[in-house]
């Protein structure tokens, strides 16, 4: 029941150049043109990220995949009965996301945008990389991970499991911070829910993480980004949790992006636990 991994983000962006200079230099990712947009491809999927030009800097919406046609209309019909309205989207939109049956809602928790779909197109050419870079952890763990900053931490994580089938891998409580890390699938967390704050506002985007293969792809593009003058946001570190290594940068839309690698993977045998801090080693925040 409920999700199978996170597929696919589409943002709309004032900063195509910004974006294309980050996504095709630092993250070596394959640009795809189509009619002014451009879709990236990281692995065997015909794209993951999508950017589109637009007046205003959003993430359009992040993609949910199930295994089937069946799964799909069982998640839809336990997100009608929990009264969320879903619409079924037309071939326009399906021809343009890559899937074979798409639906969309709005999140009761988070409030954006998701969609929900089957039958990725896979391309029989392998993904041919902008940098030389050993490529993306993805397969059946997705894409990587998100993390928003909700209103209602509890009512948030209870409606990620009962409705959209996560489980909880562990918590991180620190300063004035309190989150909660969740998998679909053997991915530490696909989805992390943080409570707002002040400067933190409910349904933002606090960052995405991508996965490398190897950490010199992590540690060359630290290089690329620092000589590039992009804001890095937390050097390089280790996490407690999912010992992801991994550094944060800002991205032209003001959301951060998590460059990692060597995340652990969840098991038969595996506990939740609670932790302190949310770093081994490292994650210093620049300035500090
Ligand atoms: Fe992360």
């Given at each position: 029941m409920g999700v199978d991994s996170l597929g696919y983000i589409a943002l709309t962006t004032?900063?195509?150049?910004?974006?294309?200079?980050?996504?095709?230099?630092?993250?070596?990712?394959?640009?795809?043109?189509?009619?002014?947009?451009?879709?990236?491809?990281?692995?065997?999927?015909?794209?993951?990220?999508?950017?589109?030009?637009?007046?205003?800097?959003?993430?359009?919406?992040?993609?949910?995949?199930?295994?089937?046609?069946?799964?799909?209309?069982?998640?839809?019909?336990?997100?009608?009965?929990r009264g969320v309205a879903v619409t079924m989207e037309g071939a326009d939109l399906r021809a343009r996301r890559k899937v074979k049956e798409l639906c969309s809602f709005t999140c009761p928790?988070?409030?954006?945008?998701?969609?929900?779909?089957?039958?990725?197109?896979?391309?029989?050419?392998?993904?041919?990389?902008?940098?030389?870079?050993?490529?993306?952890?993805?397969?059946?763990?997705?894409?990587g991970h998100v993390v928003y900053w909700v209103k209602d931490l509890a009512a948030s994580v209870k409606f990620y499991q009962d409705v959209m089938g996560f489980a909880i891998s562990d918590y991180i409580a620190w300063d004035n911070n309190d989150a909660v890390f969740m998998h679909c699938n053997r991915r530490h967390h696909t989805l992390a829910l943080m409570q707002d704050g002040p400067n933190t506002p409910a349904g933002a985007l606090m960052h995405l993480m991508v996965e490398a293969n190897s950490y010199d792809d992590v540690g060359y593009g630290y290089d690329l980004v620092r000589d590039m003058g992009i804001p890095v946001m937390i050097e390089p570190g280790k996490h407690s949790n999912d010992h992801m290594q991994s550094f944060y940068l800002q991205t032209p839309s003001g959301f951060w992006l998590e460059y990692g690698y060597g995340g652990i993977e969840i098991g038969p045998?595996?506990?939740?636990?609670?932790?302190?801090?949310?770093?081994?080693?490292?994650?210093?925040?620049?300035?500090?």
């Open positions: 004032t900063k195509m150049d910004e974006w294309r200079t980050l996504l095709e230099r630092v993250f070596g990712m394959e640009p795809r043109m189509r009619d002014g947009a451009i879709d990236y491809r990281i692995d065997g999927y015909h794209h993951r990220i999508t950017l589109t030009p637009d007046t205003t800097d959003s993430v359009e919406v992040i993609g949910w995949e199930l295994g089937s046609s069946e799964a799909l209309a069982t998640l839809v019909k336990i997100l009608q009965d928790m988070i409030g954006n945008r998701q969609e929900l779909y089957y039958g990725p197109l896979i391309s029989n050419t392998p993904f041919a990389p902008s940098r030389g870079i050993s490529g993306y952890k993805t397969g059946t763990l997705g894409l045998d595996w506990q939740v636990r609670n932790y302190d801090a949310p770093m081994l080693w490292g994650h210093r925040f620049v300035g500090s």
